[in-house]
C-alpha cells in the first residue's frame, strides 16, 4: 500500500447527503494529496482501475474525478502510460520565512505612496498582477442579477426604511447561519452589515481608539490598514507575520507587555499579502493572550471562503468568550465583487459600531443585501465557492511553475492554502519600486513591498495576483518581469 | 381685472415643450396664487367659462386643472356656485419668526439625547410625525426594481470593478446634465459619488477641518449635523435662521470675523427642521462673505427637489468661482429611498474627498448607481417629481389646517415653500421632550425641538412630518396632541 492508498480513506456512506458530487469528492482528496506534497510533482497518480478497485468506487467516478484534476491543471496524462501529477511544481521556490525587523512603535504615513501605486495600476491594459481583486467573471453575476431583480420587485416601501436601520433580515439571519455551520454561535442583533469590509473595519477601530492611540498590526499588512491608521493619526507596532502560520506570538506577547496597545487588527486566515493562516490552536493562543490583556481584536476575514483545504479555518471569534473580537467579513471577494456588503459580528461593541454607521452612512443599499440574501437561500452559495476555489488553487499552481521557470532561483515565495495572491522576497538588490516602473514601461502592474510596511520596509518583495485567467500574456509577462529582476 | 387675473399671465406656446400636460401647467400656476397668498382662503376662483375666455385656454383643460387642485385639497366646489379656496387656511396659525439666542461657542453632547429620541420612534404602529422620511409608496419603486434589474443584467464584470473606484460614469454625467439645467455648470470629474448624502457630509467636514476646529451651523440644525460634529470632536457655532429666509447673514459674518471658523455647514434651500429657502441674492451674498474669509462651505442640499414653487432654488454653488463650496445631494428623499446613493461636487477639495472615501467605504453598491442611471434616462424622473411635489404641497395644507383646528391658537408655524416638514413653536410652558413621552404614550412620534441644536434650546419646539398619507387617524393624532398641548 502506497503513500496514496495509506492516506486516502474511501468515501464515507454519508457522503451523498452534501449536494457534491462523488467525483467532486473524490478528486478534492487526490488534489489535496497534491497540494500538500504527498503525491509529489511528477509521480505516477494510481491508474483509473487500482483506484476504482482499492476505494471501493466505479471506473467512471475515478475517471471523471482524473479528467476534472487534469482540467484544474493539477495532473496530465501521458500517452500509453497514465496520469501524473504535473511537473511544474519540481523545482519550486524556495519558501519564505518570517522577515523579522526590531519591533518599534511608528506613526503610519503611506498613503500618498500607496494612492501613487495604486493610480498606476489603473490602466486596463495592463496584466494586472498588482490587482487586489480576482477577475470578475469568476462570479455568479448573472444569477446574482436574477436575485437582485426577484428581491427588488418584492419588497415592500416598509421594508425598505426598516432594513436601513436594522440591516436585511434575511441577510443577517443567513449570515448567522454560516457562523453557526463554522462553529460560530451568534445572536443574530450582533451582527451589523456595513458598506463592505472596509466600512466595518474602519467602525471597529474608531470604536476602541482615539488619536494617538497605539495598535498592533502585521508586518507586512494590507495596505488599506495603513492608510486607516495615519487617517485616524494612530500609531502601528507592526509584529512580524510567519508566512505559513501568522501572527509571531511571543513578538506580540512582549509587545502587549510592554506597550499600552489599545486594539490588534489581525487577518488569522489566509492574510493579506502573504496567505498565512493561523492553526486552530494558535488562535486560541493568540484569543488568550488578548483576553490576558483586554485588548479588543479586530479579526479582518475577509478572505475566510477562499481556502483551499477540505475544512473551513475557524475564526478566532469562535474562542471569544468575552466579545473582545470584532469579526469582519464581506462578500465582495466571494460572492458578489461591487455590492458592497459586508458585516461585522461587533461582540461587546456591537451597539456602539451600530450608532457610529448611522451617524456616518446610514446603511448600505438595501436592494444590494435583499439581493444577496436571496442568493443566499436560493443561488447556489457553496456549489459556487467550490468552483470558485479551483479556479483560484489551479492559477496558483500556473503562477508557481511559471515563477519557478522566469524568477531567479534566489527568490523566495509564499504558499498560501487559499486566496489568490503570491508574496515573491526577490534577491536584495532588487527594488521593487523601481520594479513596479520597470514593468509599467512594459504593460505589467504588481503591488510592490513597501506599500504593505508602515516604515516602508520590504523593498525587495511583491504581492503577485494570480486570481486572472492564466493566458500567453501571463506567462509572457512572468518571462517579462524574470528578465527585469536579473537585471538589478 | 382682479388680482387673479392681474397675475396669472397665459400660458405660452412653448408649454408644449415641456412633456407636462397644459392642465396640470395650469393648476400650478393657480396653485402658487393660492400658496402665495394671492388668491385668499375663502375667495372665489374665476369660473370654468370666465378663466377659460382670459387666459386662451380650453374649458377642458380648466376644467381638468380645478378638478386636479380640487384633488390636491386647494380649492373645493360649492354646490351651483363654483370653486372657492379652501376655508381651512382661514385662520390660519401665526408664522414663526427667527428664534435669537446669544451666540457662542459650544462642544456638542446631544447625540445620546437623538439615539434615544431615534430609537423612541421606530415603533411602525405610531402615527409618524416624527419620521425623517416621506411614506415610501410616494416613490417608484416599481419602476426602479425594473431599471434595477435592466442595469444589473447589463452590466459587465469590468464595469462593476471601474464603478468602484471612478463611480457609474453614466450616473455621474447624468448628475452634471441636472446641474447644468439648474444653471451651474460642472465637469463631471468634480462628482464624488457617495454612500448617500450623509456620507458625501462626513467626508466633507473630515476633510477641511481637525479635532478641536469651529464649524459654523445653524439654529435650529439637522439633528445628524450635531452628531457628526460630535463624533468629530469639533465645536459648534450656532447661527440663527429666519423661518422663511434661512441664515441670520449679519450674525454670520459678525462669527467669521472674530471666530476661527474652519467650515461652514448650511442648507440653503429647504432647511432641516425649518423649511426656509434662501433668496438668490441672499445666497449671492452668503457666497460673497465665505470667499472674503476663504472658509470652506459644505452646503447640504438633499432637499433641493421638493421645492413646490414654479422655479428649483438654485443652490449657492451656482455662484462658486473658487471650488470654497462643497455641494451634497441624494437621490435619498426624491427618488430612491434606501438605495442608499448620494453625491458630493466637491470644488477643490474633490481628490481629498475621494481618497477618503476609497479609504473609508470604497464605494457605494455598484448596482444602486447603476439602476438609478438608467431611471435619470428611462424612467420618466421629472413627471415622478411633480407628483411627489403635489402630494407635499396637498399635505402640508392639510396638516397647517388640521393644527389651525386643534393646536393652542399661540402656537406659531413655519410655511415652507417645499419639502415635507413643519416646524412648530409651542407656548413657552410646552416641555417638547415630555410632549413626546405623552404623544408616544398615545401611539403619536414626533421630532422634539432639543434634538435640533447643539446646546438642546427649542425646548418648546418640535417637527412634525406631513409626508405621509392624511388619514383618520392623523386627523386623531394632531387632535390628541393639541388636548396635551392644551394640558401644559
Same mark, same amino acid.
Given at each position: ?91 519550486? !521556490? ?6 523579522? =525587523?526590531? *519591533? ?5 504615513? $503611506?498613503? %500618498? /505612496? &500607496? ?55 434575511? !441577510? ?6 454560516? =457562523?453557526? *455551520? ?5 445572536? $443574530?442583533? %450582533? /451582527? &451589523? ?55 509571531? !506570538? ?239
Amino acid at each position: 500500500m502506497n503513500d496514496f492508498a495509506k492516506l486516502y480513506s474511501p468515501i464515507s456512506p454519508s457522503a451523498g447527503l452534501d449536494k457534491m458530487k462523488r467525483y467532486e469528492k473524490f478528486a478534492d482528496e487526490v488534489a489535496e494529496l497534491i497540494r500538500t506534497g504527498v503525491l509529489a510533482p511528477g509521480e505516477k497518480v494510481p491508474s483509473v482501475r487500482h483506484a476504482g478497485r482499492t476505494y471501493g468506487v466505479s471506473l467512471s467516478t475515478v475517471f471523471q474525478a482524473y479528467y476534472l484534476l487534469e482540467s484544474r491543471g493539477l495532473i496530465q496524462a501521458r500517452p500509453r502510460s497514465g496520469y501524473y501529477v504535473r511537473e511544474h511544481a519540481k523545482k519550486p !521556490l524556495h519558501e519564505l520565512t518570517t522577515t523579522h =525587523y526590531p *519591533v518599534d512603535v511608528s506613526d503610519v504615513g $503611506v498613503s %500618498e /505612496l &500607496v494612492f501613487s501605486v495604486l493610480k498606476s495600476l489603473k490602466d486596463a491594459d495592463t496584466v494586472p498582477f498588482g490587482s487586489a481583486f480576482p477577475h470578475p467573471n469568476l462570479y455568479p453575476l448573472a444569477r446574482l442579477a436574477r436575485s437582485l431583480a426577484q428581491s427588488a420587485r418584492e419588497m415592500s416601501g416598509q421594508a425598505i426604511m426598516a432594513d436601513m436601520t436594522e440591516g436585511n433580515p434575511d !441577510l443577517r439571519r443567513q449570515i448567522a447561519l454560516r =457562523y453557526m *455551520v463554522s462553529g460560530v454561535m451568534l445572536p $443574530v442583533e %450582533e /451582527l &451589523v452589515i456595513t458598506n463592505g469590509a472596509m466600512e466595518a473595519l474602519n467602525l471597529c477601530l474608531q470604536t476602541v481608539t482615539r488619536p494617538g492611540d497605539l495598535v498592533a498590526i502585521e508586518a507586512p499588512a494590507f495596505y488599506a490598514t495603513l492608510q486607516v491608521l495615519e487617517r485616524l493619526q494612530l500609531k502601528a507596532v507592526e509584529i512580524p507575520v510567519h508566512p505559513r502560520e501568522g501572527i509571531e !506570538l511571543d513578538v506580540l506577547a512582549d509587545c502587549l507587555a510592554k506597550l499600552p496597545i489599545k486594539a490588534c487588527w489581525f487577518m488569522s486566515s489566509l492574510q493579506n499579502p502573504l496567505g498565512a493562516t493561523m492553526t486552530e490552536t494558535k488562535k486560541q493562543d493568540l484569543y488568550a493572550l488578548v483576553e490576558q490583556y483586554q485588548t479588543p481584536l479586530i479579526e479582518d476575514d475577509v478572505y475566510a471562503e477562499l481556502y483551499f483545504g477540505k475544512q473551513p479555518p475557524r475564526p478566532i471569534k469562535s474562542h471569544d468568550r468575552n466579545g473582545l473580537v470584532m469579526h469582519c467579513g464581506s462578500f465582495s471577494k466571494s460572492l458578489a465583487p461591487g455590492y458592497r456588503v459586508g458585516w461585522v459580528a461587533g461582540g461587546r461593541f456591537s451597539e456602539q459600531i451600530s450608532r457610529l454607521k448611522l451617524m456616518t452612512t446610514i446603511s448600505p443599499s438595501v436592494p444590494a443585501q435583499a439581493a444577496i440574501a436571496d442568493y443566499l437561500q436560493h443561488g447556489g452559495y457553496d456549489r459556487h465557492l467550490r468552483k470558485l476555489r479551483h479556479a483560484l488553487e489551479m492559477q496558483q499552481g500556473t503562477m508557481l511553475a511559471s515563477a519557478a521557470r522566469h524568477f531567479p532561483t534566489s527568490t523566495r515565495v509564499t504558499r498560501p492554502s487559499g486566496g489568490y495572491f503570491l508574496w515573491f522576497e526577490f534577491p536584495e538588490k532588487v527594488d521593487s519600486l523601481k520594479l513596479l516602473q520597470l514593468a509599467l514601461a512594459q504593460g505589467i502592474s504588481l503591488a510592490p513591498g513597501p506599500i504593505f510596511s508602515a516604515t516602508q520596509r520590504f523593498r525587495n518583495c511583491a504581492r503577485l495576483n494570480h486570481g486572472h485567467p492564466w493566458d500567453s500574456r501571463s506567462e509572457k509577462a512572468m518571462e517579462i518581469l524574470g528578465r527585469i529582476l536579473k537585471s538589478f
